[in-house]
């Protein structure tokens, strides 16, 4: 579980984040939504640390991060696992290397252990056998696939996933969600999702923290927020067609 | 900056990482150091034949200037210059490109010390791969200097051959060395600096590369004079 308290976040004299407080749950998927724009990467990446806080403290099972040393928060980004909203995949390796990487970095395993590793990774995102591809030939859908799969390689406790079906047709977008959702339960990971996506929130919203304007504005789950009476939410829920005839 | 030399997170990654560095950076540049190298050496020569008009200085004199003129400035200088021009802009666009879709931030997550991890590798292969470079360059220069003497006739190959035998001193090869190492560092953290520190879209990363090669070459210009001063 993870503990965002009292976070605060500017650029310059523009304030992004306004004292957020949540707390992540362990073995769920826990959504972060709300507009664009409205400071949901800002909110993530403060939450692994790519950012600084302001104010404010982040605990990662009880441990404090934002108060770290640089040596003691490397041991925690080792139990991090984040997929970026663009795969962020390095385009000189290929699907393998990619993958592979941060076991070279931080294991001793030999060659054959940690291609066995890859292989169970590019299974679980039903990539078998695409161990050669250069990311430049890969689809939007198996990018994103491919970067689950590096990020899950060094099991990680804590799962990041920034817009993972940005940018996906509804089905495709589907299969991730859904992959997301196996791998936290299977793992028992503590998962946050940012999304504006209605289908996913829906469907894998087991904790929800709806954010507006760099606020916290509502919290609750896939079946409390379509009760919730909420104006900023509701606009935000019911903004698309489909949603607006369902209501 | 200092993050750039720490003490690298694993050997063997780094390892692998300099290999394709010394490929990226010093190999591929093979080819064009050799082209200007030889043409250099080659108008450095006819220069100094035809302005040698007076009968009481030898011909001898055309290989003498020549060496003193590719080995002190032309292969240190230029082609560092050159270099700017080709591993600079390459150096900045790769790491902005890195940058602007976040897999420096993919690294950082990782645990794995970026600056570092990407930058040291490049340093310590142009440090040791430009010199290389540099010291093929004086050779290809004096041959393209022979060369041209002969073939239009301007001196004879046993006069540029004493020519360029005469008065030698080593410390002026060294010289240029120490020169070709400090413009090396300076290419490469300069535009890796551009590169790594942008932030926004993939139009800033052309914007970095330009920067990258404009501000090494002004910091070679400038390093060239204070060495000069501080060497000769
Ligand atoms: N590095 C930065 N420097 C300055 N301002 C920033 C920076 N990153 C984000 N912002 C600002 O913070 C605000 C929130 O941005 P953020 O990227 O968190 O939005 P988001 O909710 O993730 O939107 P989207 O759904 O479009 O990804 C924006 O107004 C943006 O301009
Ligand atoms: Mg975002």
Redo the contacts with the bound molecule.
Sequence with gaps: MIDAKNISKS??D?Q?LRNISFHFEEGKTNLII??????????MKCLVGLYDVDEGDIEYDGRSYSKLSFKKKKKIRQEIGMLF?GGALFDYMTVEENIMFPLSMFTRESYEEKLKRVNFCLERVNLEGQNALMPSELSGGMIKRVAIARAISLNPKYLFCD?PNSGLDPQTAGVIDELISEITHDFNMTTIV?T?DMNSVLKIGENIAF?NQGELWWTGNKISVLKADNTVLNDFIFATELTKRLK | MLQVFRKPDKGKMFGKQLMVEFQNLGVDSIGIVAVISTFMGAVVAIQTAYNIDNPFIPMTMVGFTTRQSVILEFAPTVISLILAGKVGSRIASEIGTMRVTEQIDALQIMGVNSANFLVFPKVIAAVIFNPILVIFSMFLGLAGGWLACISFGLVSSADYIIGIQSWFEPYTVFYALIKTIVFAYLIVTISAYQGYSI?GGSLDVGNASTKGVVYSSIFIILFNLILTQLLL
């Design positions: 650029f310059g523009q992004i709300g507009q664009s724009g409205s400071g949901k990467t800002v909110l909203q817009e940012n504006h954010i | 932030s």
